[in-house]
Structure formats: C-alpha cells, structure tokens
C-alpha cells in the first residue's frame, strides 16, 4: 500500500497473551504485506485474542470523523447573526471531543489506530533492555509516547503536557518571561 507521500506503509498485528498470569504482547511483523497483515488480524480477532491491533508502523492515521471539532455557521436573521448550521473544521482539528476523552485518561494512538488508556512510564525497552527514562504517557500495545509529534496533534492534553514541560524547561534555564494563555 503507497500513501499519497509516497512512503510504503509498514504492518503489524499485535495482541495479548497471558501465560501463568503474567502478560505478554506479541507482535508479528508483516512488512509491507497488509493483505497478509490484515488476514492475520482477523484471524486473531476470531480466535479471541485480548486486545487485537492492526496497526501501521510508520504512518500516523486520525481518529474517525466522529472526533472532527464542528465550527458554526452564521448566518443573518432579522438583522441578528444566528447559528443556522455547523460544519467540519478545515483542515480537519480534533480539540473538543478528544479533549474530554483525554480527561478521562482515553488517547488516540494514531498507529494503532485506537482509542487507548495510556499508562506511565518511567522506563523504555530498548534491543530487549529496560533503561530508566523521564516519565512518559505511552500507548499500552506500541509504547509510542506522548511526546510523538502525531500523538500531540490528536490528543490535545498531550500537546499541553508537552507545552507544560517546555516552559518549565525555559524558566530553570533562567529566563523569567512565561507564556500566558
Ligand atoms: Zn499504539
């Protein structure tokens, strides 16, 4: 499958296993075969398996129309402007609906294509080795984080968490000026 930029989506089919209590992802590699990709994940999907995820490795997708904010549209009625109908926005933002999702501890993972609890973290697994990092929200079944540019653009609590934690950086780097919103 080719995207309109011309990258070669990449796939994969993850899901849980729990073996003596103890919980483990499995994820399948299916490179840029999404039939096969996708035949796995129904497959799985039949068999029961907890927490099924066909999921894009390197392209981001957006969460379903449903989450597009609606903008008003005005329109004069005995000399007062009133709302008459509402529309998309253009380009299409996601603050309103993802907002109050976000609040509840729901995220969009824009790989996994789904709506997620994502957990805190102050560690990450790198080649099969847990290193301590700084705190971070990440998608339970990818570990992409809050931090990812596309995670920011879907879920705006996670672009305020970023904001948050950029001030603070300017303000111990000496700089008194604060941003007000
Ligand atoms: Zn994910």
Known sequence: MLTANGLTSQWEVLWVTVKKGEKRIIAID?????????????????????LCTLRCKNIAFPPP???????PVYAKKR?????????????????????AYNAQGIWWCPYC???RRF???????????????????????CDISHNDWHVTKYNPLAQRIRNAKKSRGRKSSGRRRRKRK
């Open 30 to 50: 299916h490179g840029a075969d999404f039939v096969s990709a996708l035949e796995m994940y129904q497959k799985v999907t039949d068999a029961g398996k907890k």
């Open 65 to 71: 129309e449903r989450f597009v904010d609606m903008e």
């Open 79 to 99: 000399g007062k402007l009133v709302v008459v109908d509402e529309v998309q926005s253009q380009p299409a933002t996601f603050t309103r609906k993802m907002d």
């Open 113 to 115: 294509m789904k709506l």
């Open 119 to 141: 957990e805190k973290r102050g560690w990450s697994e790198v080649d099969g080795r847990v290193f301590e990092t700084e705190a971070h929200y990440c998608c339970p079944m």
